[in-house]
Structure formats: structure tokens, C-alpha cells
């Protein structure tokens, strides 16, 4: 089976916008990666929500000239704490794909390092079309969360929803985020509908003892499965 690439998805279909959320930014690797995909597709526009650290990051890097001009860069500051969802959304008057994963929008996050991702479709996730739609729309309108895009996020939504509304809906994939609720309690409570965790596997390069015991806690688990890298580097 041949590894997914959200790059073969960008240059499968004639989409008309694009939007990326992402903690870490390196916009030399969009520039040089993903943005010529964009270009060759004819993309109209671009929108990439990144953590304001990760930008301040981002503009500091030789390479960088089309921010501004070809795409936009929207920094996000969140109160207590860091943005860190990363999804890609494609669309097109016909077509509307989600990309939900680890990966950060950087070499390492889309190239070397080992990653994590769930490529949505309404046909098959209308659910997670609204839960991406709802994501959005808190994005844009949750007072702790800082930036300068409302209106784009708001419009997204609407795109995403007419999507779902015309796809399958059964529940059964589902996508969720912590701008309400926290995903602690969001995952307690599938749990509950599904009949109970049996068992908990985790991947995760950082993680600890805490948030663990929480977790198994909150399942009605006395243990769980951990597998992390060795090294404490991660982009």
C-alpha cells in the first residue's frame, strides 16, 4: 500500500482555495512544496492560520517572497496557550476534501518525520465536514482566540456545510476539537455511546503521567499503551 500524500491530492484536481492550520510554519518549505502544487493547479487563493510563534519563526527565514502577494499568512494567539490544529481543506465548486492530521506545515511535518493523518471526504465523513465547520466557526468568534480572519473562517464554514449536507452521515467518523470542550470529555463520552473502551494504545512524541492517568481515568482503564520517540527533537 502506498503511503498517503497530501501532495498528490493538491495536484489531482482543479481546486479554486486552499486553507492550512499549523503550530510550526516554515514558509520557505510551503513556498518551495506545496505553494508550486498551488501555482500549477491554478489555486485562487491560500489561506495558512499558523500559532504566532510559529510565525514570527516562519518570517525570519531566507526564502520566503510570496507571503502577502501569492498567499496569506494569518498568525493566531491563543490565550494559555498555543494553536496547534493542523488540517488542510481543499475546495472547489464540486469538490471539498479534508486532511486532518500530526504534521506540522514544514519539511519534517509533511517529508521526514514519521506522522499521523486522516484524509476526509463528504461521500463517506459528512460529520466531520460539520465538526470541521463548527471548528471555524468557534475559530472565529471564541474571544480568548486572537487574529484577523473571521470573515474566511466563517466563510469556510458555509462551504463545508453544504458539503456535509449533500454527503453521508452516519456518525460513525467524526472529527473533534477543544475550542468548547475539552477533547478529554469529548472522548469519554464516545466512549460511553460505543459501549466502553477495552483498551488504550497512544502515539505521541511527548506526553505524561498526568494527562495519562486522566485519560484512563476518564475511560474506566487501569492501564494503557504507549509508544514514543526517543529523542525529545520534534518539528
Known sequence: MEAFSPLDLIHSYPWSQSFFTTYALSLSFFEAVVLDALVRKNVERTL?????????????EYGSRCAGRVYEVEPVAVEHGCFHAKLMALISATEAHLVVGSGNLTFGGWGSNLECVEHLHPGVAGDAFDDAADFLESLASAPWIKHRVEKPCEALAGELR????IGVRNGNIRLVHGLERSILDQMAEFSTDLGGAEQLTLAAPFHDGVALDRLCSQLGLDHAYVHSHRSEEHT
Open 162 to 165: 453544504r458539503f456535509a449536507s
Open 48 to 60: 495558512i492560520l499558523a500559532d504566532i510563534d510559529g510565525v514570527r519563526a516562519a518570517v525570519a
